[in-house]
Nanobody, 121 residues
Framework: QVQLVESGGGSVQAGGSLKLSCTAR????????MAWYRQAPGKERELVSG???????TNSDSTKARFTISQDNAKNTVYLQMDSLETEDTAVYYC???????????????WGQGTQVTVAS
């Protein structure tokens, strides 16, 4: 069974920084890419940043100047360095990974449990 284990969320003042990490654990044949999404109260879940197996990065316009995604392929781990945080960044942040596991025929989407990020003014 594959699990995505997230850490690094918390509370911070506006202008501060946080670093999220997410590790995929289990028997994984291949990792096609990992990403971070977020969902604020009353809003749809949105992509923050993603990186595929080849290292191509996709960023949302609202965070690309402040957030940096990176990955450690050997550890099936993705990080999100969040700088210059704003109150509008308050949300639950979810890790997503497209993984090929024993039960899959190709890479399938897996989700983490989410980690709360709260930015106070």
């Amino acid at each position: 069974q594959v699990q995505l284990v997230e850490s690094g969320g918390g509370s911070v003042q506006a202008g501060g920084s946080l670093k999220l990490s997410c590790t995929a654990r289990g028997y994984i044949f291949d990792n096609c890419g990992m990403a971070w999404y977020r969902q604020a109260p009353g809003k749809e879940r949105e992509l923050v940043s993603g990186v595929n197996r080849g290292g191509t990065i996709t960023n949302s316009d609202s965070t690309k100047a402040r957030f940096t995604i990176s990955q450690d392929n050997a550890k099936n781990t993705v990080y999100l360095q969040m700088d210059s945080l704003e109150t509008e960044d308050t949300a639950v942040y979810y890790c997503a990974a497209d993984l090929w596991t024993a039960r899959d025929h190709s890479c399938s989407r897996y989700w983490g449990q989410g980690t709360q990020v709260t930015v106070a003014s």
